[in-house]
């Protein structure tokens, strides 16, 4: 079964830092995009950044140049470091895997970002 676990999320002082970890774990098959995506109270789940295989990278335009995705395929980890971190990034932040070949997407269960003003 394949689970993936979110680490990292607190909460922080506006201006602050913070680095998101994502391990995937029980999967016999190469891992595809990654990604992390938000939802804040309230609102709908939102792109945060995405990270193919080959270390393409896409962003959100509210994250772009201040988050920074990256993915170490040996580990079967990807990451998320936030940086300038602003109140409106308050949000429960979700890892998603997508099988390199196949179809399917996974999910893991979310990490809470508090950012303070």
Same mark, same amino acid.
Do not use: H
């Given at each position: 079964?394949?689970?993936?676990?979110?680490?990292?999320? $607190?909460?922080?002082?506006? +201006?602050? *830092?913070?680095?998101?970890?994502?391990?995937? &774990?029980?999967?016999?098959?190469?891992?595809? #995009?990654?990604?992390?995506?938000?939802?804040?109270?309230?609102?709908?789940?939102?792109?945060?950044?995405?990270?193919?295989?080959? $270390?393409?990278?896409?962003? +959100?335009? *509210?994250?772009?140049?201040?988050?920074?995705? &990256?993915?170490?395929?040996?580990?079967?980890? #990807?990451?998320?470091?936030?940086?300038?971190?602003?109140?409106?990034?308050?949000?429960?932040?979700?890892?998603?895997?997508?099988?390199?070949?196949?179809?399917?997407?996974?999910?893991?269960?979310?990490?809470?970002?508090?950012?303070?003003?």
């Amino acid at each position: 079964q394949v689970q993936l676990v979110e680490s990292g999320g $607190g909460l922080v002082q506006a +201006g602050g *830092s913070l680095r998101l970890s994502c391990v995937v &774990s029980g999967s016999s098959f190469r891992l595809g #995009v990654m990604g992390w995506y938000r939802q804040a109270l309230g609102k709908q789940r939102e792109l945060v950044a995405t990270i193919g295989s080959s $270390g393409s990278t896409n962003y +959100g335009d *509210s994250v772009k140049g201040r988050f920074t995705i &990256s993915r170490d395929n040996a580990k079967n980890t #990807v990451y998320l470091q936030m940086n300038s971190l602003k109140p409106e990034d308050t949000a429960v932040y979700f890892c998603k895997a997508r099988p390199l070949i196949g179809i399917g997407e996974y999910w893991g269960q979310g990490t809470q970002v508090t950012v303070s003003s």
